[in-house]
């Protein structure tokens, strides 16, 4: 352990503060990854429950892998467990929690060490596990390692970090070489004398620094005699001194080590049996030699693997290619008469054997296998390993564009789905080939290319006899005018299509119609009823079809829409759609748009807090966050809002700079939120500036929403825009789709700026009780009312209206309740909630008020008081609220003064 001492030490602190804990070790092949996390496993005190996991090399692993791995030969797993890891019958977060009972069945209450070894080769599921362990409470380190070299946006591990380091105190640990001192002092350690200056630099030099390699150069030395290297030349390549560890078995021994190399990472003892004809004794014998010899460990009950994947590497080397196509095809005849449930082996020793047919066969099977678990990354891999065999094959471009999209790779599905759209035998999968590109251009913003594939269905229609496959196209002119806003068309060609199947008696082609045709409704007020009650009746027989991505995008729909007069309902639809997009693999709808769903449902229970956490949580678990091609944040715009809501501008511009980096906002995003923060901060001269673009920007912008024009009203209020601007903004931001009662609140907002009382009022007394409007707005609407009637001297009907919007925005704060707070000091009413000011400040609260008024940002609160960044959040935003300030600028002036 030369070198790693501090690193080392790192490790053992956190495991023993018996608090959940996690660490991601760095370096390249050798560098001493797995010795420093084995040295740290023999630290461990007798109690601890160690499980180390080593990820397969070459992406094509089981899904869980590294859990299994990790838990092989344990007899105390149960078997029903382990079966429900890979059915198809449950849902991936059925799986993953399944995964999760395996290990704290295994734990229990008793301190832990997890290690997930080698994360770049980590299955997606494995990956998927890793970040959930690391929520988990109790007594465990959770370790990871990885190459950063061999890390690829198409690997789960490259999300998996990001979210880590988002989510969570991460330790990193980052091996780099030994130095040359470093390098004498474990050649001096190694030797038991001190090294000779030529042999040390001459062994650094060599080896550069990299442990790994110095050891294996030293064990190709008699004796470990450091002085040799002086008079003779170094062995040429490592490979060479890798190799001189088997050089002088027996041919027997020889024969079976070789066909170890092709078996992969976990060499079943039977398997290899079969493979070299080996007797059982004969096999011990080797193996216990092998092992001795330091070629292999032993991994598991009757299961090996070698000591590093570069000595694998180095013996399969020398192999003829021959020998490897002849192993490999011994193997796979083995694994096809035990009639291996592995398709992703199977494929593996096919290829390698030469065995195309049987390759192609077992990718076919696999990538549908694993798309039914829920596994697009492994269906991925085995669909483009068929297809490297037969690149036009229109069944596995199916898989293959399907798995991209789940796994959210949009250039990979547009390649692959346009290939197969190009490809197509049939008018059927020529119409499944555009409606799935036609969501995949929307999801990739590719505008142009949405409206060229909408021409070429439109074409293929002309050229279809009424029936299945002129439905089908139909229902997917209707999706891509659904999702470019363009309604009326959507209406019209869902009809056309569901005209088509109940006369041809189409019934998977009527649910995807009615789908089509209830999203649409919904987005207009004088359909969402009609909308509503074609979703919500349509549900029931998608689910009971295994039409998931269909019941998925519908319950979306009810979730997406106005809201049920239940909170509890809207839950459970919410709950209901996570569950059938998890089912379907569909990511978007079982990450990001649940975790807004959720954030949904907080702003209708007026917590405005709970509703920032839920987009904060939703940001960190979204694996398509920021990915190349991906539509822009799913989470950045939403969680704006709510944060000028708050009030927590810093963060806000962050946002801002981070969505100008990506690709294809929509065009009134950046000047939206440009003005709406100016506004906030008072900055008069860049709200102008920034009012120009957005009208420009909202030309453009086929759809208007009252929330939008409601909020972008508010601040335009708030820096006193002048009257004829307001006006113009107001028109601009209104039309005949907008709800009403968020029209009528906007035109009671600009009545009042104009000094209208008794418009405004009568327009605010009309909405007080709008389900449409959640309890902020109320809130507000209830503050206007209050305001126009102390401007017509009814200061006691204001007082009940302020009461009123006390309760709607006890637990909102920001902006609202700021107003709220000047209205109830006009007539002398206690603040809402009984004390404010600095002294309604709990010692905590004005510890963190006073580093507020110094400048420091929520991350830097964090590090000084020892709390999470979220936490600090909360206590940020209650003093806002107490102190009845929109802005942590404000913090200062008011906090002297209890």
């Known amino acids: 352990m030369i070198g790693r001492d501090g690193e080392l030490r790192r490790l053992a602190r956190l495991a023993a503060e018996r608090e959940p804990a996690v660490a991601i070790i760095a370096g390249e092949p050798g560098i001493g990854k797995t010795r420093l996390v084995q040295e740290l496993l023999d630290t461990l005190p007798a109690e601890t429950v160690v499980l180390v996991g080593q990820a397969e090399p070459g992406s094509l692993a089981r899904p869980y892998e590294v859990l299994l791995d990790a838990i092989d030969g344990r007899p105390e797993v149960d078997e029903e467990q382990l079966a429900g890891l890979a059915d198809p019958a449950c849902s991936p977060v059925e799986r993953l929690h399944t995964g999760l009972a395996v290990l704290n069945d295994l734990i229990g209450d008793a301190p832990a060490v997890i290690v997930f070894e080698d994360l770049h080769w980590a299955d997606s599921e494995s990956a998927a596990l890793f970040e959930r362990i690391a929520d988990q409470r109790g007594p465990r380190l959770v370790i990871g390692t990885y190459r950063p070299d061999e890390v690829t946006r198409r690997q789960p591990v490259a999300g998996l970090l990001a979210r880590m380091e988002r989510r969570h105190a991460v330790t990193h640990v980052r091996l780099d070489r030994l130095t040359p001192s470093q390098t004498a002092a474990l050649l001096a350690a190694a030797t038991g004398a001190p090294a000779p200056l030529r042999a040390a630099t001459a062994l650094h030099h060599r080896t550069g620094g990299n442990p790994f390699f110095l050891e294996e150069l030293l064990r190709a030395l008699p004796g470990y005699d450091v002085q040799a290297l002086v008079e003779q030349p170094l062995p ?8 001189r560890q088997v050089d002088d078995l027996d041919p027997v021994s020889h024969r079976i080590v070789e066909a170890a190399t092709v078996l992969g990472h976990r060499i079943m003892f039977d398997l290899l049996a079969d493979v070299t004809g080996a007797g059982e004794d004969e096999l011990i014998a080797v193996l216990r030699d092998l092992v001795t010899r330091g070629v292999l460990v032993e991994s598991g009950v009757d299961e090996f693997a070698f000591r590093h994947a570069l000595v694998r590497e180095a013996i399969a080397g020398q192999l003829l290619g021959r020998q490897r196509r002849r192993l490999h095809e011994t193997a ?34 696999g990538a549908a296998l694993y798309l039914s678990i829920g596994s697009a990354y492994q269906a991925l891999q085995l669909a483009e390993m068929g297809l490297d065999e037969i690149p036009d094959d229109p069944e596995l471009l199916a898989y293959a564009a399907r798995a991209a999209w789940l796994a959210g790779l ?45 021409e070429d269905i439109e074409t293929l229609i002309a050229q279809l006899p009424p029936g299945a496959d002129q439905a089908r196209a139909m229902t997917a002119i209707a999706q891509s005018a659904y999702l470019r806003d363009e309604l009326d068309t959507a209406l019209r060609w869902a009809d056309g299509a569901l005209e088509l199947a109940d006369e041809f008696d189409l019934p998977a082609v009527r649910l995807a119609a009615l789908v089509e045709k209830g999203s649409t409704l919904v987005e207009r007020p004088q359909g969402a009823v009609e909308g509503r009650r074609i979703l919500s009746g349509l549900v029931d027989e998608a689910e009971k079809a295994g039409e998931w991505v269909l019941a998925a995008r519908a319950l979306n729909a009810l979730v997406q829409g106005e809201p049920p007069a239940s909170p509890a309902e809207h839950a459970e639809t919410l709950e209901r759609m996570r569950a059938a997009a998890e089912r379907a693999g569909l990511e978007s709808l079982a990450v990001a748009t649940y975790f807004q769903g959720r954030a949904r449902l907080a702003v209708r229970a007026g917590d405005l807090t709970a509703a920032i956490a839920a987009l904060e949580e939703g940001r960190d678990q ?25 009030g927590r501008l810093d963060r806000v511009e962050q946002l801002i700079t981070d969505l100008a980096a990506l690709p294809n906002n929509p ?27 957005l009208h420009t920007a909202l030309a453009g912008q086929p759809w208007r929403s009252g929330e939008q024009a409601h909020d972008l009203i508010s601040a335009a209020l708030e820096i006193g825009l002048p009257a004829p601007r307001l006006d113009r903004f107001a028109a601009d931001l209104l039309d005949a789709e907008v709800w009403d009662a968020y029209r009528t609140l906007v035109d009671a907002q600009v009545a009042e700026a104009h000094g209208r009382h008794a418009e405004a009022l009568a327009g605010y007394l009309s909405i007080t009780e709008a389900h449409i409007l959640g309890p902020a707005a109320r809130g507000s609407v209830r503050v206007g009312a209050a305001r126009c009637l102390i401007a017509t001297g009814r200061d006691a009907e204001a007082a009940a209206h302020a009461e009123a919007a006390g309760t709607l925005l006890a637990q909102w704060g920001g902006w609202r309740a700021a107003q709220l707070e000047r209205v109830r000091a006009q007539l002398g009413m206690a603040p809402a909630g ?13 510890e963190v008020a006073l580093l507020v008024s110094d400048g420091l940002t929520n991350s830097e609160l964090a590090r000084r008081l020892y709390i999470s960044p979220r936490t600090a959040a909360v206590h940020v935003s209650s003093i806002l609220r107490k102190l009845g300030v929109s802005s942590r600028t404000e913090v200062g002036a008011h906090i002297g003064n209890p």
């Open 236 to 243: 040429w390549s490592l490979a060479e001194v890798l190799r």
């Open 667 to 693: 065009p009134p995003t950046i000047p939206g939120l440009t003005f709406h923060l100016a506004c906030r901060q008072g900055d008069l001269p860049r709200a102008e500036a920034a009012l120009g673009d």
């Open 622 to 646: 979204d694996r398509g966050f920021q990915r190349r091609g991906r539509w822009a944040d799913y989470h950045a715009v939403f969680l704006a809002g709510l944060y000028l809501e708050a």
């Open 332 to 365: 796979l005849d083995v694994l096809l008469r035990g009639g291996s449930s592995d398709p992703a082996l199977v494929a593996h020793h096919a290829c390698g054997a030469g065995r195309y047919d049987d390759m192609v066969a077992a990718a076919r099977r």
């Open 410 to 454: 949009l250039d990979d599905a547009l390649r692959h789905g346009r290939r197969w759209r190009d490809l197509a035998g049939t008018s059927t999968e020529r119409a499944e080939s555009l409606y799935l590109l036609v969501r995949v251009a929307w999801e990739s913003r590719e505008t142009s290319e949405m409206r060229a594939l909408t």
């Open 834 to 846: 009984g004390a404010a000011g600095a002294g309604a400040l709990t010692p905590r609260e004005r």
